[in-house]
């Protein structure tokens, strides 16, 4: 889909902090998302990986440090801004506009893709006709892709939660996102739920090059898929490596995997 | 009826040969649509034709030989009922098997087929594929259609169509005339495919087909119902299964009409009411799950409409009952009727996407006279089918004008029906299978001289009717070797709301007797309205009203067996009604209501005993187990009752 530029990381988030009044939220984490890869960024509650996702996605600014996108400062832009350069989300609780249409939701996420005058639009002639056709042709592929053919005309707030979690995740998809933002994209569903989404990311990730970051509590589910992980602990990034190496790592075990806090 | 032309064209004898028929007669008529990305996409015979070309090519740019093996794995679409068409081209053998099948049941099919090649669907499929592949030696390549997932699979012997399909370009550049040479070569007698049979017992048993079986029985039932070229079909039944063979590929290259193979199992009902087929195919279950959903729908209606459907339904149930028994429909019902159509049964029909079926069918297993009364009232043109995978599908269709609840319509032309001195259905036909696939053992005790034995006890009815009574091996004899099917009678017996479960007891003994169960709630009920009263299950059972209610029931059905040639002489003779209930927790069914006859006979033997002898009452000790765990027993008279049987009048 979008092209994505030859050399360096396609996001590089550095040294940023993030403070809500005395609150530290995110303390200097610098990291960096290479193209194609599947980055999971995992830690305790509270740890700031929401935080750091609503850096990325341009709903909060941070207090110090800078984010590059493909090499450019991108530090200041809000969350429209940040959607028109090829980012796109998922959110932890599923936000979909419960009254509309499953396609009609995912259709959603063409918008920024829009380029006919909306007066055309409303009578529907010449190129906005032509528009609407391709960019229904595009949902209809993530339908396909996603196989939620059955309640393409289903309203969204009938679903079962795995299901909306499917919709949320065609709608970011419809963006064509050379970045795909996912905050916990398996959070609360059944196994074979939890399988059929992990199926859902890598074959994302394969068959539309798209790089994705991910906050995931699930750790079987983040070995599995992850080519990368990022643990944050307390507003602090303490490992970044392979899934082996970090499961090894001495600081991830106490924080996270084994001991309890102190 | 004229005599079925059973002669074939050398020229059309395969059906490779007839698919290039049609696209040379029928070159821009649609033959098979599939919805795709939300649109149904659609393929003329001409594209059909030409698809078959480069995968068949394909095919034999790998190595594919004359009388090899291929697996078809899938849901219904396009492209593998082409791969059918492409390996039958090569003189090849497609082995269909069902999509959802678990990796141990696929291994032992690809073993036993001994495949070489596996046509499959998607990934899913790809990767059961791969699973059992190191345990099947033979299987040398595997294509697949849908590329999703696949991408990175390194193994060298999985290709997409798409990449088989170029394959198959280059290698006709080589050899121009190879695809229509191999075609030439085909023969009537070739194998066309073998279809895996479950089974309730034992493994698989692969029921080999020819060309000459399909061709002569689609073609002898597509004159015999009708069919045309614009008939459209939902394919939406396994592949592997032979009715889908038939219908969604024999009969629609024969009559060239249009297959459309639904976008996902779960949008089935939805895409059959935008292709508003007509000719439509369904077991009971799936005609049940049709009923159920309406039946909610109606029930979350509002009151009037609710009453109004209801109404009306009630109306058209009664006329189509009268209409089958041939009865008069009274006046009233008749001025009615057409504003029910208006109101209801056309709009049901439109909404079910009914509304074009000319011809549906229903089969597999007995339909319950409820559901298809429902549907026929509606105006749909459902009819009962008979049929087996080793027979081609296809024994035996109800005719139009000529449909009843109980009977599966008369033989197809061609279809020679006999039944044994053991009441077992055989079948000669020009669509008998040319045996089981390695296993001629199986096939000895199929096929006998030309005759199929169906394994089906039946009947042929004084009209010429088929009807079936049970599977052969659940039907017994009487001492003086008449027929007996008790749980035929056990049937007939709990179609009455009152009797809840019946035991017919009859195995070498003089005569028929039955232990029945009466419905408590139904009974109790019909009781009240009497103002009789009762104290237990055991004090209404042993009522003499009630017996006197169950004993008209009997009768109902020893008359009923007056139709009935070969069972007219298993008439119920004597019954008693049971103190208790039979209950799973006892062991006396099983959990899914399934009478386990030994144990009744054993825990019985007494009551058993008392019917067979000329008392009329009998005394059992019951044991109680109380709620607290303590046991004590309960004395209880048990009647036993003489049934009223009828003497055959008539002439046969």
Known sequence: MTAVDAAGPLLEVDGVSVRFGALVALQRVS???????????????????????????????????????????????????????????????????????????IMTGRVLRMRSH???????????????????????????????????????????????????????????????????????????????????ILDVNEEFGTTIALIEHDMSVVMDIADRVVVLDYGRKIADGPPDTVRKDQAVIDAYLGLPHA | MTAPDLTIDPALDTFPKLVRHNAQRLPRKVAVREKDYGIWQAYTWSDYFEQVRLIALGLAALGFQRGDRAAIVGDNRPQLYWAVAAVQALGGIPVPLYQDAIEREM????????????????????????????????????????????????????????????LGHKFAQDQPTYFDDEVARGRADDVAIICYTSG???????????????????????????????????????????????????????AG????????????????????????????????????????????????????????????????????????????????????????????????????????????????????????????????????????????????????????????????????DQGEILVRSPGVFQGYYRNPEATQATLEEQWVHTGDAGFVDPAGHLRIIDRARDVSRLADGTMFAPKYLENKLKFSPYIREAVCIGQGRPYVTALVNIDFAAVGNWAERRGLAYT????????????????????????????????????????????????PDDEEITRTRKVRRGYIAQKYADLIDALYSDRDRVQVDARVTYEDGRTGTVRADVRIREAETFAWQGVS
């Not at chain 1, 801004?81 to 506009?97: E, H, K, S, W």
């Not at chain 2, 073993?111 to 990934?123: I, K, P, S």
């Not at chain 2, 008939?231 to 032979?242: F, R």
């Not at chain 2, 459907?309 to 149930?317: G, K, N, P």
Request: proline share 6%.
């Open chain 2, 107 to 166: 291994e032992y099919i690809l073993d036993h087929a001994e495949v070489r090649f596996a046509v499959v669907e998607d990934q899913e499929q790809v990767d059961k594929v791969l699973h059992v592949k190191a345990r099947c030696p033979r299987l040398e390549y595997v294509v697949y259609d849908d590329p999703r997932g696949l991408r990175n699979y390194p193994e060298p012997f999985l290709l997409g169509l798409g990449r088989l399909q170029e």
């Open chain 1, 31 to 105: 990291l960096e998302v290479q193209p194609g890869e599947i980055l999971a960024i995992i830690g305790p509650n509270g740890a700031g990986k929401t935080t750091l996702l609503n850096v990325i996605s341009g709903f909060y600014h941070p207090y110090e440090g800078r984010l590059r996108f493909r090499g450019r400062d991108r530090t200041h832009l809000g969350p429209a801004d940040v959607a028109a350069l090829g980012i796109a989300r998922t959110f932890q609780n599923v936000a979909l506009f419960k009254g509309m249409t499953v396609l009609d939701n």
């Open chain 2, 536 to 583: 237990s299950y055991t004090d209404l059972a042993q009522k003499p009203e009630v017996y006197e209610l169950i004993h008209g029931e009997v009768a109902r059905v020893n008359r009923s067996l007056l139709d009935e040639e070969a069972l007219r002489g298993a008439q119920i003779r004597r019954f008693l009604i049971l103190h208790k209930e039979l209950d």
């Open chain 2, 257 to 420: 009409f249009t297959v459309n193979c639904p976008e996902s199992a779960a949008t089935v009902l939805h895409d059959l009411r935008e292709i508003g087929p007509t000719y439509f195919f369904a077991p009971p279950r799936i005609w049940e799950s049709i009923l159920t959903s309406v039946m909610i729908r109606i029930g979350d209606a509002a009151w009037p409409k609710r009453a109004l459907v209801q109404f009306f339904l009630r109306l058209a149930q009664d006329v189509e009952r009268r209409r089958l028994r041939g009865e008069p429909v009274p006046l009233r019902s008749r001025l009615l009727y057409p504003l029910g159509s208006l109101l209801v049964y056309a709009p049901l029909r439109d909404n079910l996407g009914m509304r074009r079926i000319r011809r549906a069918y229903t089969a597999g297993e007995a339909i319950g006279p409820e559901i298809f009364l429902f549907f026929r009232s509606l105006g749909i043109n459902v009819k009962q089918l008979y049929g087996m995978t080793e027979c081609s599908a296809l024994i035996a269709i109800q005719e139009d004008g000529d449909v009843r609840l109980d009977t599966v319509g008369t033989p197809l032309p061609a279809v020679e029906i006999r039944i044994t």
């Open chain 2, 200 to 254: 309730t017992t034992g493994a698989p048993k692969g029921a080999m087909l020819s060309h000459r079986n399909l061709i002569l029985t689609a073609r002898n039932a597509i004159a015999a119902e009708g069919l045309r070229s614009d008939e459209e079909v939902v394919a939406y039944l396994p592949m592997a299964w032979v009715g889908d063979h038939i219908f969604s590929y024999a009969q629609s290259i024969l």
């Open chain 1, 118 to 200: 909306f007066l055309l639009d409303a009578v529907w002639v010449g190129p906005a006709r032509r528009e609407e056709l391709a960019h229904r042709a595009f949902v209809e592929r993530i339908i396909d892709f996603l196989e939620i053919e059955a309640i393409r005309k289903t309203p969204a707030g009938r679903l079962p939660y795995g299901l909306q979690k499917r919709v949320e995740l065609g709608r970011a998809l419809a963006a064509e996102p050379a970045l795909l933002l996912l905050d916990e994209p398996m959070a609360g569903m059944n196994v074979e739920e939890k399988q059929d989404m992990c199926r859902f």
